[in-house]
């Protein structure tokens, strides 16, 4: 039974997350009802990142066993049936036991925060009119990767059985109108981002020290990081594989 890598984009703000649940429209929900009314028939999907309600995402990944070849040409078809915020980019056959959550590599996110009120971002981006100090923003950025325990930025009751995760890039850049956390890990935690996010803007504001914020991380208490901040300025933008997935 073949099985496929399924790509797609989105515009979370109409969705109650990534993963199915039940009473609720989830980017999977939409996906699996597209699947169903072309093939005739109901397709499992695997997720490889559960984004939260609101969040976006540039690239994110499913995959499924299918009893069937599917044709590429297929995928205008189910484009057509899918929301017009909710796009799928490529579908790749891939070796029998790929995954697409356990083999991926690294994960790659933005969160967009913009200091000036902008009617074509608002809802891609969080509006903060405050005086940032961008020094001490990138201090606390730099710090974060000295550091391989997140789980004061992981959000309780989720169910992992390690908060260790690997940080490959951390830092703060200007895209446009606005200043952007780019962060790269081989792992995250639930709320992860956004925690780090809003505790960095703590700092920026000058409510907490660039010390204060490695303490936070150091406790291990996830009731001192700010999560406050809201998901519809988180994107999901890159996830790598190792090429051993990949039928080609």
């Known amino acids: 039974m073949p099985r ?9 703000n109409n969705y109650a997350g990534f993963q199915v649940q039940d009473n609720v429209v989830t980017i999977q929900s939409e996906l699996q009802k ?3 009314v072309f093939y005739k028939e109901t397709i499992l999907l695997t997720g490889a990142s559960r984004t ?13 066993d299918v009893s069937f070849h599917i044709q590429q040409k297929n995928i205008y078809n189910l484009n057509a049936l899918l929301p017009p915020d909710i796009a799928i980019k490529s579908i790749e056959e891939v070796n029998s036991n790929a ?35 961008e020094e001490k923003l990138n201090e606390a950025a730099a710090a974060i990767l000295h550091y391989t325990d997140f789980t004061s930025f992981s959000k309780r009751n989720t169910q992992v ?22 962060v790269k890990a081989n792992r995250f ?9 809003g505790t960095m ?44 997935v990949w039928k080609r």
């Open 189 to 197: 935690l639930r709320g992860m981002v956004r925690g780090l996010t």
């Open 99 to 133: 995954h697409c959550r356990f083999d991926a590599e690294s994960r790659e996110y933005k969160y967009y925060v913009c200091s000036k009120k902008n009617p074509f971002i608002t809802d891609r981006s969080y509006f903060f009119p405050y005086t940032i100090d």
């Open 161 to 182: 059985k390690t908060f260790i995760c690997n940080i490959l890039e951390s830092k703060w850049i200007k895209e446009d109108d606005c200043l952007v956390y780019n």
């Open 34 to 36: 597209a699947l169903a």
């Open 201 to 244: 803007l703590q700092v920026a504001r000058e409510k907490i020290t660039v010390d204060d914020f490695k303490k936070i991380i150091e406790s291990r208490d996830c009731t001192k990081a700010d999560f406050a901040v809201p998901g519809h300025g988180l994107f999901l933008v890159k996830m790598i594989y190792p090429e051993r």
């Open 52 to 64: 939260d309600a609101g969040v976006h995402a540039l690239q994110n990944y499913f995959h499924a």
């Open 4 to 12: 496929y890598f399924i790509e797609v984009a989105y515009k979370g």
